[in-house]
């Protein structure tokens, strides 16, 4: 029953990726009349007219490097309206469709949460049930995680690492496109277990009763982001081995865009290696992380697929080995979060320089921490397994080289405070958050050395204080790095100015939540409250009532930021000039990707 639904779903999404893939052949331009496009050049809204760089068709047929703009396309060679961007190849068009999509797993995942804190509001399960609770915590790791973390940093890669190296395009302008579509069917299978149970709801109350229980008994996974064996191979619901399709999927996607940065670099550069811009030596080596990290989960998660249901025993108490699974898991999981922080540091180390008006202090220093963070990331992932039993020498391996991985993070730290130290810093709407970000890593970061130490770590894991360490890193550095990064080129997508008041509002609301929602985790989780419980005792009720306030603080902060985005498109100050932060003035840090703007160079 689990594979035939599961086999159903997984055909339907690839018949929807293939008319996707149907539609975007039919819209290359090798098919349609080449004559069809336009030299013109699309008009902005602002009055402003785009020069359009008309460069050589790609060598595969895909469309040379043109437009993207958000406003005015609609008067180049692209189709107009919802065709344009269901059949698009263009790097930039891709880039804001990734935007979109990780902005939107970004509320939902953030829906999840707040769904959490209603919960532990007080220390009764009393507002969900406890598997509506599990249920919330693993679809948010996921969602946050796979739907959001990664395409948010691939949609700003498309969008600005083919502009910083000079590139027209993607070196492979199709497969851009069909990465991003995989995605599609990849969330509605991760997601579906959630959709089905809030229809379940609907039906019933609508009266429809026999239909509602159906969907009510495919209760959405409960297993946590990592699905630890053997619960994940016993669990008795269709919907895990649905949620792992999407996984897998999902994996698929990453690997193919990750495929395409590397070549990309490699072929399509226009600037000398020694020339390369920080944020495109993070996306490089993230790039080479994920072909690592990747195809590995992908096959553990066959692994587990069949271990479900069709009855190998990989993973079986009897046969196999529950650890080996957490092997698995761990050797994509550790990388995978330097897969989700190194391209943010890229754009913090990109940004800060120049909003402090001079170069990044060390350069060749944070590239090589870069690099060595890539390759020590794939040495540490026993460090989430101290509690297993495994063996001890092994163990104190695992912690030094965890305790290593710790200092080219603190390069970094040191190269931006000192980039700081000496500039003329300019606390822009970008440079507010990228501090922000520096300073919740510091605290993120530390915290992780104290985890990395075997013996601290038998007490803390599995605790409040290891979701308080990575939130500190993840909704601090990550999603700080990711709103500096909408506000700085907002003026470049848009042609608008994005408003500095609300961005000040979104950047206060949201670093006191975060100190107020992570902070009093860590001290929870050193009291010894455990993690993954509906419910609690009683004389925790105040700390966990102030980290409902600090979530509540940060989901205002995101309604600020969003609404800055949508007021800011309508009424912000038109970009007049083709250098909207002023940065040749200061320090002489304007990057080639505002060339784009269509406005001359005086
Ligand atoms: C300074 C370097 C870091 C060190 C030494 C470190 C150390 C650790 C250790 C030892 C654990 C396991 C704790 C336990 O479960 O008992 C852990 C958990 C975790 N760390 Fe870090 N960490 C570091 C940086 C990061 C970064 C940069 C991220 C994210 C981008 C991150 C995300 C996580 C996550 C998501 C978990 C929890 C996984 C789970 O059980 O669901 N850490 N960290
Ligand atoms: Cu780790």
Not at 219 to 248: E, N
Request: proline residues 5%; hydrophobic residues 50%; contains cysteine.
């Amino acid at each position: 029953m689990t594979l035939v639904g599961a086999a159903g779903l997984t055909a339907l999404c690839v018949a929807a990726a293939c008319l996707v893939l149907y539609a975007t052949w039919r819209a290359s331009p090798s098919r349609s009349a080449r004559s069809a496009r336009s030299t013109t050049g699309a008009t902005r809204a602002d009055g402003g007219e785009r020069t359009n760089t008309n460069g050589p068709p790609e060598p595969d047929g895909g469309e040379p490097a043109d437009s993207g703009y958000l406003l005015g396309t609609s008067e180049s060679h692209k189709r107009g309206g919802v065709t344009r961007w269901l059949t698009t190849v263009d790097h930039k068009d891709i880039g804001l469709l990734y935007l979109a999509f990780a902005a939107v797993a970004f509320l939902w995942g953030g829906t999840d949460a707040m769904m959490m804190r209603t919960e532990l509001y007080d220390p009764a399960v009393s507002v969900w049930d406890e598997h509506t609770y599990n249920a919330l915590f693993t679809m948010h790791g996921l969602t946050m995680l796979f739907l959001f973390g990664t395409p948010a940093l691939a949609g700003l890669g498309n969008y600005l690492l083919p502009l910083l190296i000079g590139a027209d395009d993607m070196a492979f302008p199709r497969i851009n496109a069909i990465a991003f579509w995989l995605l599609v069917p990849a969330l509605v299978l991760m997601r579906a277990g959630l959709l089905s149970d809030v229809l379940g709801h609907v039906f019933v109350a609508g009266g429809l009763a026999a239909l509602g229980e159906q969907l009510l008994a495919l209760a959405p996974p409960a297993t946590g982001w990592t699905f630890y064996t053997p619960l994940s191979v016993q669990i008795d619901l269709p919907t895990v081995s649905v949620v792992l399709l999407g996984l897998h999927l999902s994996g698929v996607a990453t690997t193919m865009s990750a495929i395409n940065f590397i070549a990309t670099v490699f072929a399509e550069r226009e600037v000398s290696w020694k020339n390369l811009d920080i944020f495109s030596w993070t996306m490089l080596t993230q790039s080479g992380l994920i072909l690592f990290a990747f195809p590995l989960l992908g096959s553990a998660i066959v692994m587990l697929l069949l271990d479900r249901n069709l009855g190998t025993t990989f993973f079986a108490l009897e046969g196999g080995s529950p650890i080996l699974w957490q092997h698995l898991f761990w050797f994509f999981g550790h990388p995978e979060v330097y897969i989700l922080v190194l391209p943010p540091m890229g754009i913090v180390s990109l940004l800060i320089p120049k909003f402090a008006g001079r170069k990044l202090f060390g350069f060749k220093f944070v590239v090589y921490s870069t690099l060595a963070i890539g390759v020590l990331s794939f040495g540490v992932w026993a460090h989430h397994m101290f509690t297993t039993g495994i063996d001890p020498r092994l163990r104190a391996s695992f912690m030094a080289v965890s305790i290593a991985i710790a200092v080219p993070s603190a390069v970094k730290v040191f190269n931006w405070i000192t980039t700081m130290w000496n500039g003329r810093v300019r606390l822009a709407a970008p440079m507010l958050f990228c501090v922000g970000g520096v300073g919740t890593f510091i605290v993120g970061g530390v915290t992780g050395i104290f985890l990395a130490a075997i013996p601290v770590d038998l007490l803390l894991h599995d605790t409040y204080y290891v979701v308080g360490h990575f939130h500190f890193i993840i909704m601090g550095l990550i999603s700080f790095a990711f709103f500096a990064a909408t506000y700085y080129w907002y003026p470049l997508v848009v042609g608008k100015h994005p408003n500095h008041a609300l961005a000040v509002a979104h950047f206060v609301l949201t670093t006191v939540g975060i100190v107020l929602a992570f902070g009093p985790m860590m001290i929870m989780g050193q009291e010894g409250l455990p993690r993954r419980y509906a419910a609690y005792p009683a004389e925790f009720a105040g700390l966990q009532q102030v980290a409902t306030l600090g979530a509540v603080l940060i989901a205002l902060g995101t309604v600020v930021w969003l609404f800055n985005l949508v007021q800011s498109y309508r009424m912000g100050d038109p970009v007049t000039t083709d250098d909207p932060w002023d940065l040749r003035e200061r320090g002489d840090q304007r990057t080639a990707e505002w060339d784009e703007l269509p406005y001359s160079r005086d």
